[in-house]
C-alpha cells in the first residue's frame, strides 16, 4: 500500500513569507497528525485530526500556524509569517484509529528553512 | 506532563557489537512504549512497540521490554550491522491523551566495519 505523502520536500523561504505544506495520508486511515522536529529534538505534536475534526491543537503556535483536513483525508499546514525559530522538518503522520497503542505512520516530511 | 528520556548519542560501535540504548519515561497513566528508527534520508519507521507491563517488543532483531518498576523500555541488539545506523527514539503514547505520542531526543548510532 501506498505510504503518506507529503509536498514539498525541501521548502528555503525569508522570514515573514508564508508557506504551506500538504499531506496525503494512507488510504482509510482516519487519524492525521502533524509534528514539527526542530534539529537534534524528537518530533512534537501540533495537531492531530479525526476525519476532519480537531482532537488536539494545543500547541499549535495559532497566532501564525493553521491547518485543515476539509473532506476528511489529505491536509495542508499553513505558516504565516514565517518566523527564524520556525526552521525544522515537518511530519505528517496517520494510524487507522485514534487508540493509545495504534501505530502510526509518518511520511518523509518537508524540511523548512526560514532565512 | 509526559516525558521520554534517552541517552545522549552518538553511539559508535563496531559490527557485530552488543547494543543498548537507555529509555527512561514520565507518565500520568499506563502508557503505551515505541521504539522508531530513521534512517539517513528516509522517515521515521517503527521498529516495535510494547503495549503493557513486562511485554517485550521485537523486531529485526531488536528488542526492547517494557518494566514498570524502573519506567524504562531500554532498546538491545545482540550484534549490529553497518546497515543499523540510523537516529533511533524512544517515544511514548498515554491513554490519557488519546494516541499523542511523546517522543525523546533521539539517539544517533553510528556502526563501523
Known amino acids: 500500500e501506498a505510504g503518506v505523502a507529503q509536498s514539498p520536500r525541501y521548502k528555503i523561504i525569508e522570514k515573514r513569507q508564508s508557506v504551506a505544506f500538504w499531506c496525503n495520508p494512507i488510504s482509510g486511515h482516519a487519524t492525521l497528525y502533524w509534528y514539527q522536529q526542530i534539529l537534534g529534538q524528537g518530533p512534537k505534536l501540533l495537531i492531530q485530526f479525526q476525519n476532519n475534526g480537531v482532537v488536539d491543537d494545543s500547541q499549535l503556535p495559532k497566532d501564525r500556524f493553521s491547518a485543515e483536513r476539509l473532506k476528511g483525508v489529505d491536509s495542508t499546514l499553513k505558516i504565516q509569517p514565517a518566523k527564524l525559530e520556525d526552521s525544522a522538518v515537518y511530519l505528517c503522520?496517520?494510524?487507522?484509529?485514534?487508540?493509545?497503542?495504534?501505530?502510526?505512520?509518518f511520511g518523509p516530511g518537508t524540511r523548512l528553512l526560514v532565512l | 506532563g509526559d516525558s521520554v528520556t534517552q541517552m545522549e548519542g552518538p553511539v559508535t560501535l563496531s559490527e557485530e557489537a552488543f547494543l543498548t540504548i537507555n529509555c527512561t519515561y514520565t507518565?500520568?497513566?499506563?502508557?503505551?512504549l515505541f521504539w522508531y528508527v530513521q534512517y539517513p534520508g528516509e522517515g521515521l519507521q517503527l521498529l516495535l512497540k510494547a503495549t503493557k507491563a513486562d511485554d517485550k517488543g521485537s523486531n529485526k532483531g531488536f528488542e526492547a521490554t517494557y518494566r514498570k518498576e524502573t519506567t524504562s523500555f531500554h532498546l538491545e541488539k545482540g550484534s549490529v550491522q553497518v546497515s543499523d545506523s540510523a537516529v533511533y527514539f524512544c517515544a511514548l503514547s498515554d491513554p490519557g491523551t488519546a494516541s499523542k505520542l511523546t517522543f525523546g531526543t533521539g539517539t544517533r548510532l553510528q556502526v563501523t566495519l
Open positions: 507518565a500520568t497513566g499506563y502508557p503505551s
Open positions: 503522520a496517520s494510524s487507522l484509529e485514534r487508540t493509545g497503542w495504534e501505530t502510526q505512520y
